[in-house]
């Protein structure tokens, strides 16, 4: 019996094969984790089961699950009866992925890189994410990429409603972060705008392969836009954005110093910092993300803001 026929031979009676015939698997095939890829796969089913219970969603939703791996997850994703889409970069890993759901109706794969650089999502996910109506994300994310993906998650026009996401355990600070808190930084300013994010269980290093040397956390983030400010429009998110990265370039900074170079002098800054009634001595790690807004709605930020990009 070959390795892929034992694989769907156990997933048929509902359990996964020991890890063991995995490893041997993709040792014949010459599989290295890749560290610039960020490629810790979570081996323990328990773990993977409770990260996909834990998610909190009904039969039927959209899920996105970017690196699936060997589908570890997947496998546990799908038995919920979610519509899943698998997203994998490496066509080894995908195959095996692919041999263990093959019954399954309900899943959706994608081989394909989830970023376009740093800056942007690939294409090929972009034109597989719904359009309209809610979906989320269920993931144990490549630590190589978590920071940037989900800040480019919570841009799209239709973001996530909730994102179940397995971390190392520092990004997971910095996600629960409060303003003034050490952790609290331009990810967690960019992503509170939008989601609500708590603490979930944590994941033992001794439960992945490769073992990671930090530890890994589940972190929950529900789409709870802020109370009182309005909507905020695509023009509104890139220069609350563009904010963001002036004010956290230089955290210790005060404002008047941090806003001189992006509103074309100290005196611009400070009158900028007038308008908004903001002491210019106080430092932008200090500003939740309300005020924050605030102040990128204000006119003469958004004019300078505009004068960049078309610089």
Known sequence: MSAGEDVLGALADG???????????????GFRPSKTLGQNFLVDPNAARSIAEDAGLAAGARVLEI???????????????????????????????????ASQGNVR???????????????????ELPSDGPWHVVSNLPY??????????????????????LLQEEVARRLVARPSEPEWGGLTAR???????????????????????????VVHLAFEPLEGVGAVGEDELRSYDALVDALFQHRRKQLAAALAEPMGGRPNALAL??????????????????????????GPWRARVGTRARG
């Not at 359990?15 to 095939?29: I, T």
């Open 67 to 101: 690196g699936a791996g060997c589908g570890f997850l997947s496998m546990h994703l799908a038995a919920l009866g979610f519509e899943l889409l698998a997203v994998e970069i490496d066509a080894r890993l995908l195959a095996v992925a692919r041999r263990l759901l």
């Open 15 to 29: 359990r996964r094969p020991p890890w063991s015939r995995f490893r041997a698997e993709l040792d014949s095939v």
């Open 273 to 298: 910092l007038r308008e908004a009634g903001l002491d210019p001595l106080a430092r932008g790690e200090g500003l939740p993300p309300a005020e924050l807004l605030r102040l990128s709605r204000l």
């Open 144 to 165: 190589s990429i978590s920071a940037p993906l989900l800040v480019l998650l919570a841009r799209l026009p239709n973001p996530p409603r909730s994102l179940t996401v």
């Open 109 to 127: 794969w994608l081989h394909t890189d989830a970023l376009a650089g740093k800056h942007a999502l690939g294409p090929s996910l972009v034109a």
């Open 191 to 217: 992503l509170a705008l939008l989601y609500r994010a708590r603490s979930g269980r944590g994941v033992g290093a001794q439960l992945f392969w490769p073992r990671p040397r930090v530890g890994s956390r």
